[in-house]
């Protein structure tokens, strides 16, 4: 499926060389697929193999591609779509050896969080989210869901004048383990809103990064870090409703509500990491005077309340 916002519908009917551009960036993510592919199941073996588990089967597989202008933030069709497969899948499985709840709408909603996050970090020119754009999130006993994300633009003022468009192409795996649902006794949501919080506030670094790097004007940046931070709020709000322990990492999740063993890999780079890509991206800015002021002094009050740990 390749899926269009309407103002790049708009630029393809005005005229031929914006269609037939548009047409060819998605045919250049097409025509890579399958080597993306590869690498994102090499991935789920790897991480599957951090976790000990190697029983798990293929339960769901796709890929989509949405084409939007880079300034535009707009993937709610495409992950609206793969929770869609993702929560038919868990009912599916419902009277299974290993059965596995459907998903609530409040993890529905985290989930989508935890795509649009993993397809914008692919779009991110920052060093500080490139690990983000492959996923894996428990979603239920014994059930994963991964994400992978690739991104490419062209940039034609003639034709789409000043910004660039950008096609995205995500792949999206669903895998079943009996053995990871027999060791694990219960799930909870929850685990899916630490992903979400986490990676939130992990593109948060990322855009400082890019700000800094002046890669992003600051309008950009507050309007992006904005929706970040609707992310972090709303996520963290349903895991202290779910008794969530404030002094687990989010690295971790199993360890701060399940009672379950932590997953090594789960979760990709840890919070030390965001935490110094944050703080580098604070100390180049706060070169930068006046016009950035209120950013870095929010920014550093965040780090002060170790924000990003």
Same mark, same amino acid.
């Given at each position: 499926?390749?899926?269009?916002?309407?103002?790049?519908?708009?630029?393809?009917?005005?005229?031929?060389?914006?269609?037939?551009?548009?047409?060819?960036?998605?045919?250049?993510?097409?025509?890579?697929?399958?080597?993306?592919?590869?690498?994102?199941?090499?991935?789920?073996?790897?991480?599957?193999?951090?976790?000990?588990?190697?029983?798990?089967?293929?339960?769901?597989?796709?890929?989509?591609?949405?084409?939007?202008?880079?300034?535009?933030?707009?993937?709610?069709?495409?992950?609206?779509?793969?929770?869609?497969?993702?929560?038919?899948?868990?009912?599916?499985?419902?009277?299974?050896?290993?059965?596995?709840?459907?998903?609530?709408?409040?993890?529905?909603?985290?989930?989508?969080?935890?795509?649009?996050?993993?397809?914008?970090?692919?779009?991110?020119?920052?060093?500080?989210?490139?690990?983000?754009?492959?996923?894996?999130?428990?979603?239920?006993?014994?059930?994963?869901?991964?994400?992978?994300?690739?991104?490419?633009?062209?940039?034609?003022?003639?034709?789409?004048?000043?910004?660039?468009?950008?096609?995205?192409?995500?792949?999206?795996?669903?895998?079943?383990?009996?053995?990871?649902?027999?060791?694990?006794?219960?799930?909870?949501? @929850? !685990?899916?809103?630490?992903?979400?919080?986490?990676?939130? &506030? =992990? *593109?948060?670094? /990322?855009?400082? $990064?890019?700000? +800094?790097?002046?890669?992003?004007?600051?309008?950009?940046?507050?309007?992006?870090? @904005? !929706?970040?931070?609707?992310?972090?709020?709303?996520?963290? &709000? =349903? *895991?202290?409703? /779910?008794?969530? $322990?404030?002094? +687990?990492?989010?690295?971790?999740?199993?360890?701060?509500?399940?009672?379950?063993? @932590?997953?090594?890999?789960?979760?990709?780079?840890?919070?030390?990491?965001?935490?110094?890509? /944050?703080?580098?991206?604070?100390?180049?800015?706060?070169?930068?005077?006046?016009?950035?002021?209120?950013?870095?002094? @929010?920014?550093?009050?965040?780090?002060?309340?170790?924000?990003?740990?």
């Amino acid at each position: 499926m390749a899926c269009r916002t309407p103002s790049v519908d708009r630029a393809a009917e005005k005229t031929k060389d914006a269609a037939s551009a548009i047409d060819k960036l998605e045919k250049m993510l097409k025509d890579r697929a399958g080597s993306k592919k590869e690498e994102f199941f090499a991935q789920i073996d790897q991480n599957f193999a951090a976790a000990k588990i190697d029983d798990a089967v293929q339960v769901e597989y796709s890929m989509d591609i949405k084409t939007e202008y880079s300034h535009e933030f707009s993937l709610d069709k495409v992950a609206g779509v793969i929770t869609a497969v993702l929560n038919a899948a868990a009912e599916a499985t419902k009277a299974s050896v290993a059965p596995s709840p459907p998903l609530t709408p409040e993890a529905l909603e985290a989930y989508t969080d935890v795509v649009n996050n993993v397809a914008e970090a692919a779009r991110s020119s920052s060093d500080t989210a490139s690990s983000m754009s492959f996923s894996m999130t428990r979603i239920g006993r014994g059930m994963f869901a991964f994400l992978y994300a690739t991104s490419i633009n062209i940039h034609d003022e003639e034709t789409f004048g000043t910004e660039a468009v950008t096609s995205t192409a995500i792949f999206y795996r669903l895998m079943q383990s009996i053995q990871d649902a027999k060791n694990q006794e219960k799930f909870e949501s @929850a !685990q899916i809103y630490a992903d979400a919080v986490l990676k939130a &506030k =992990r *593109l948060q670094a /990322a855009l400082l $990064d890019e700000l +800094a790097e002046g890669k992003l004007t600051i309008d950009e940046y507050l309007a992006k870090d @904005a !929706q970040m931070q609707l992310v972090v709020d709303r996520n963290q &709000k =349903r *895991l202290d409703e /779910a008794g969530w $322990d404030k002094t +687990a990492p989010l690295t971790a999740p199993a360890a701060g509500l399940l009672g379950a063993p @932590a997953m090594e890999g789960l979760f990709g780079a840890g919070a030390t990491d965001t935490e110094s890509a /944050a703080r580098d991206a604070v100390d180049r800015l706060s070169a930068r005077g006046d016009a950035v002021a209120s950013i870095v002094a @929010a920014a550093r009050e965040k780090l002060e309340t170790s924000y990003f740990q």
